[in-house]
Structures are given as structure tokens and as C-alpha cells.
């Protein structure tokens, strides 16, 4: 037939999820059929992800899926794994995990990006990788590691999705959109970068061979087969297994001119650019050139994100305060403007902790009154980071001599109504709001696609905006209001 189901399992830093989704030429739906906690650990050594938890979840999502009421005779067509980027599993000769992966938030990288980059200047990796400078970039993570007892035992790395992928099928390979973050990648080659290997010392033979997205990454192995109810000829196909990559491809937009704010723990907000814009001009504004579909490029940088948020609520959960958000975000959107504002990707955001306390502690370093309710902590939260996408946006139009006349907001944040309103105020432009989903469902359409089920790049996008609700946001209120603002906290 013309339609086919597909299970996608979507990893995200607080939950993972298992969806089933229809795809057909006039057909796209999704169906959560798990979903579970994603919850760090903290060991003596430092802080990890529960990896086999994760798996296990998997396994478990799989499970339902093949049992799951709404699937069609036709039963599931493929499987296709996302995660979040960075992180990675060390294998040894054996093919065994060597630990458990380490979180990108972990502070072992701390002062390791400055100790690397004297022996690979900054503007020189920069110039193969045009990677943004972010402390856990897989590269700071493997020089943290180096002389240590696990890497010395490592023959191969693998990257969340494709350590997951190759406990499925067994099979090994590296999928380009999520090693294209790993800072040991020719962004414009688009493979491994033996200049950086070599200058750094890391093994060639660590890093498995490319795969694309669409490409088939093996079929179930018995054990699987036995924990999953899925038959052993299903298909892994290596979707576009960064998640944000998976976002971007599912952005519903039907034209050009078009920015992207994928939202959720980050916000990454950015163009989809045929070319990579590497300068020292987009070093210094620290933006990124990701791999996307079709060998495209995701021109963007990490905004903090609706971390400062979670976290936020983590730790008033902690003090056993109501965490609700409904009510917090009508106190916030009641809250005075503009009353406190923070630079939200200031590093003393990044670990997990008390963040309230530091927003207290930025506010008083810079001569604010702190936020004297909760309100107004979510409100300050959302500000800011409507500043941030703002600041990132006009960054990024300027860099690619791009115009920018629709801003998408995808992700778990684009259910944020005020933050949608407050990005479309901030950045003057219509902002337009949905899927939630845009992961799961990107990881579906390139299996779908993959099958020959639809069509390319943008009938995916033309799919995903005739059949999923959207929200429309017009911007509002006074625009030298934001720009004052802007120029308080240095967004400007
Ligand atoms: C979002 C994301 C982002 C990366 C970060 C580590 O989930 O993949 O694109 O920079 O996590």
C-alpha cells in the first residue's frame, strides 16, 4: 500500500519515547506508545547517563509498538533511533560497552577547550569543523578522557543512537548528522577529519564509517526479536539520529525565508542553509554548521533553552512547591516586563543545580533586583530567552546574508504559548508554532522517505503542515522596548 507505520524511538535529555507513526503521500500521525524518564546519574566519577535504562526503554517501546492495537495488518516497516548529540559509548575489542556514558553536562570538560585548542588553534579546528565552541563537544569530552585505562581499551566509539542501533542489529557505523557534532568532522567534506585526528592523536580506526539518513543499519538480532515481539526481518534505518537534525527536517515550512527554533532543553535557533557559513565572523558569534537531510546545513547556535526552566522547576519540586506549569506561566505572563533579564547562555547555567539561586546571584552581579516571586522567575526565564532568540536569529540572517520573514518554533517548548508570543514580539516576525513533536515525527519521515513512501525535503515539510494543528503568533507591543532590553543584558 501507499501509506506504512514505522516505530520511532526518540531519546531526549529528560524522557525518551517510543512513537508509532503512519506516514503515506497524504497521511502523517503519530502515536505515543511509551514513554519513559530519562534520569542522569551521579557516580563518584561524575555524572552519567543510565544507558541501559535507556535501552531497555527502547526495547520496551518496541514491544509495544508491535503489539499495539492501531497498527495496520501491514506491521511495522522499519525502526529509527534519535537522540541528543554529543555523547557517546566506548567499545572494546570485544564489542563490549566499556562504562556508562558519560552526560554532556558532566564538569570533566571544564578548561579542556582552551588546553586543546593550544595544540589545534581554535580558528584551525573551527575552520574544518565549523563546530560551535561548546564545552562537551565530543572532542573536549575524548581530550578529558585521554591517557585514562577505558580510552587506552577502546576500539571503536559509538554515539548514542548508533550504540543503541548496534545493540538492535549488531551492526556498527557512525550516522552523519550526529557525528558532524562531534567536533572531528570536515563540515564541508562531510567526513571524519583526519587533519584533526592526527593533530590530536585519536585513532582513525576509533570511528566507525559514515552512514546517511535513509540508510539501512541491519536487522533485528534474535535476542531483540525475543524482547520485542518484532519480527527478525525489521529493518533499523539510520534516520537523522541527531534529534535536532530529525526537528529540522520535520519543520513545516512552505517557502523560503524561514528560521528555525527547535525547543526543548535547547533552544537551537538558526537557518537551513545549502552551504556552510564558516568565518571568523560566525566563530566569533560561536555559531554551528550541522549536518542535516539531504546534505544540508543547519546554520544555528545552542540557546540555553527551556532548561533554565526544568531546572527551575527541579529544584522548587525539590522544596515541595506546586510545579504545575499552567499556573506558573499565567503568573509569569502577569509579571512586570522586563523586570529582571539574564543572558541565558551564561555558563553558570549550564550544570544542573540551583537555578533560581544563580538567576538571583546574575541579577545582583548586574545591578538588578532579583525576582521576588515565581512569576516572575518564569518570567525572566522566558525574556531572556526570547532576547537569546532574537539576538541568534538576526545574528544568523546577518552572517548568511539571508532575510528572515517566518520564524518555526517545533519542540516540546512550541506548547510554551508565552514564550512563542514573547519570541514573536522580541524578533518583530510571525511566529509560527508546532509540531511538538517535529523529532519523532522527522525520524518517521525519513524512513518513510527512505521507503519510497513520500517524497523529498520539502514534500516532508508540505506533509507535516497539512496534517499537524499549528499555531499562529503576530508580534505585539512596543519593539524599542525589546531593544532597550536587549542592550541591557548585552543581547543586543
Ligand atoms: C538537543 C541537542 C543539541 C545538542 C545538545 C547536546 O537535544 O541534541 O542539538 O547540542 O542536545
Do not use: K
Request: hydrophobic residues 45%; charged residues 20%; glycine residues 10%.
Amino acid at each position: 500500500s501507499a501509506t506504512a507505520t514505522f516505530a520511532a524511538a526518540d531519546l531526549g535529555a529528560t524522557s525518551g519515547r517510543v512513537m508509532v507513526g503512519r506516514a503515506g503521500p497524504a497521511e502523517l500521525a503519530l502515536t505515543e506508545v511509551h514513554r519513559f524518564p530519562n534520569r542522569p546519574v551521579a557516580l563518584p566519577d561524575g555524572l552519567h547517563w543510565d544507558v541501559l535504562g535507556l535501552y531497555q526503554g527502547v526495547l520496551d517501546g518496541l514491544g509495544h509498538a508491535a503489539r499495539s492495537a492501531g497498527i495496520a495488518s501491514d506491521g511495522i516497516a522499519s525502526v529509527g533511533i534519535d537522540s541528543w548529540a554529543v555523547d557517546y559509548g566506548l567499545l572494546d575489542a570485544e564489542g563490549t560497552l566499556l562504562g556508562n556514558p558519560y552526560h554532556y553536562r558532566d564538569g570533566r570538560t571544564e578548561g579542556v577547550a582552551d588546553r586543546l585548542h593550544r595544540a589545534l588553534p581554535a580558528g584551525e579546528h573551527y575552520g574544518i569543523t565549523g563546530l560551535q565552541r561548546l564545552p562537551f563537544n565530543t572532542v573536549f569530552q575524548l581530550a578529558a578522557a585521554a591517557g585514562g585505562t577505558q580510552l587506552a581499551a577502546a576500539r571503536t566509539l559509538l554515539m548514542i543512537p548508533d550504540l543503541l542501533t548496534y545493540w538492535l542489529t549488531g551492526t556498527v557505523g557512525a550516522e552523519s548528522t550526529n557525528a558532524s557534532t562531534t567536533g572531528l568532522f570536515d563540515a564541508r567534506a562531510g567526513t571524519w577529519s583526519d587533519a584533526v585526528l592526527d593533530r590530536l592523536g585519536i585513532e582513525r580506526a576509533l570511528l566507525p564509517a559514515l552512514r546517511h539518513p535513509g540508510d539501512n543499519a541491519g536487522t533485528l538480532l534474535p535476542g531483540v526479536v525475543s524482547a520485542t515481539g518484532l519480527p527478525a526481518s525489521t529493518p533499523v534505518t539510520a534516520v537523522a539520529s541527531h534529534d535536532t537534525a530529525s526537528a529540522v527536517a520535520a519543520v513545516p515550512a512552505t517557502g523560503d525565508g524561514f528560521a528555525y527554533i527547535s525547543c526543548g532543553t535547547w533552544s537551537l535557533a538558526g537557518l537551513e542553509l545549502d552551504a556552510p557559513v564558516i568565518s571568523e565572523a560566525s566563530r566569533a558569534a560561536d555559531f554551528t554548521n550541522e549536518r542535516g537531510v539531504e546534505g544540508t546545513f543547519r546554520f544555528l547556535r545552542n540557546v540555553m533553552g527551556l532548561w533554565l526552566l526544568s531546572e527551575t522547576l527541579r529544584r522548587w519540586a525539590g522544596d515541595g512547591l506546586p510545579t504545575e506549569l499552567a499556573p506558573l506561566l499565567e503568573q509569569a505572563a502577569r509579571a512586570r516586563p522586563f523586570a529582571a533579564l539574564v543572558d541565558p547562555d551564561d555558563p553558570a547555567f549550564l550544570s544542573p543545580g540551583d537555578i533560581p539561586a544563580r538567576i538571583a546571584a546574575y541579577c545582583a552581579r548586574t545591578g538588578q533586583t532579583p525576582p521576588q516571586d515565581r512569576g516572575a522567575t518564569v518570567r525572566c526565564v522566558l525574556e531572556s530567552l526570547a532576547l537569546a532568540h532574537r539576538a541568534t536569529l538576526r545574528t544568523a540572517a546577518e552572517l548568511s546574508g539571508r532575510d528572515i520573514r517566518v520564524v518555526h518554533m517545533v519542540g516540546g517548548g512550541s506548547r510554551n504559548e508565552l514564550l512563542c508570543q514573547l519570541t514573536s514580539d522580541a524578533t518583530g516576525l510571525p511566529v509560527v508554532a508546532g509540531p511538538a513533536e517535529a523529532t519523532a515525527l522527522g525520524n518517521v519521515l525519513v524512513q518513510a522517505r527512505s521507503l519510497g513512501v513520500v517524497g523529498e525535503r520539502a514534500d516532508m515539510r508540505r506533509l507535516v503542515a497539512a496534517t499537524q494543528p499549528l499555531r499562529h503568533y503576530r508580534p505585539a507591543g512596543d519593539e524599542s522596548a525589546w531593544s532597550a532590553a536587549a542592550r541591557r543584558v548585552g543581547l543586543d
